[in-house]
């Protein structure tokens, strides 16, 4: 196999979230391999700073949509044709939900947070799968935390950067959800498969050199991981280079869930 199974080139390609700090980075890598990326998501301000810090041989076009709204899915998807011929591949990475920890759970937090993490990608892979040109891929960011629980010392002395149940329970099936779609879409061509990323803080939970000291002791590599970290995953799974890759979930999480 040549290094062209990497190249994105000609892709129609849509990322959810794509301002946010995991969503951001991988659509600029899509673009810096080729795909034509329409960067998703509810907030206009964070989409453009997205396609500003585009360097790519692609391009970077930014749609406002919400993922629990179907007409705004199918918006992005209008958006990613007219940009592309054709849509190709899908990153779902969008996720909006509650902070309540497992002693404060309310019913409509709980349910928010669910929607927010399976439900709207569920649909919104439903969606996308009636759309998808001659095949193509869809890829789903999960969590380590869907594989693991969080280690209660790691917040003991951090509390307020807690991770909400929730979060991975909900995280937990859409790596079940990714082997069910891949499974019953095979025979259309489609491959459907997730990644699990690691620890990759953002925001004041980065800027905290004690909590951030907290997750490095649980990490094989020592160190948590950068953005651009996830790129290379989201571009075999995008590309011809993983075209017989269906139903696998990718963990790149510096070693953590190996212990």
Known sequence: ??????????????????????????????????ATVVVAGRTAETLERTVAGGTGRGRLVAEVADMARAEDVERVLDHIVREAGGVHGWVHCAYDGTRERLSELTRDGTTAALSSALTDLMLATDTVAKRLSSGGSIVHIASMYGLVSP??????????????????????????FTRYAACHLATRNIRVNCITPGPFPSGEPAADPGFVAALERQIPLGRVGRPEELVGAAIFLLGSASSYVTGHNLVVDGGWTAW
């Open 1 to 34: 196999m040549s290094l062209a199974g990497f190249d994105l080139t000609g892709l129609g390609i849509g990322v959810t979230g794509g301002g946010g700090h995991l969503g951001s980075a991988v659509a600029r890598g899509l673009a810096d391999a080729g």
């Open 151 to 176: 280690r209660p010392e790691v917040y003991r002395d951090h509390p307020q950067f807690h991770n909400p149940p929730a979060y991975g329970a909900a995280k937990a099936g859409v790596i079940q």
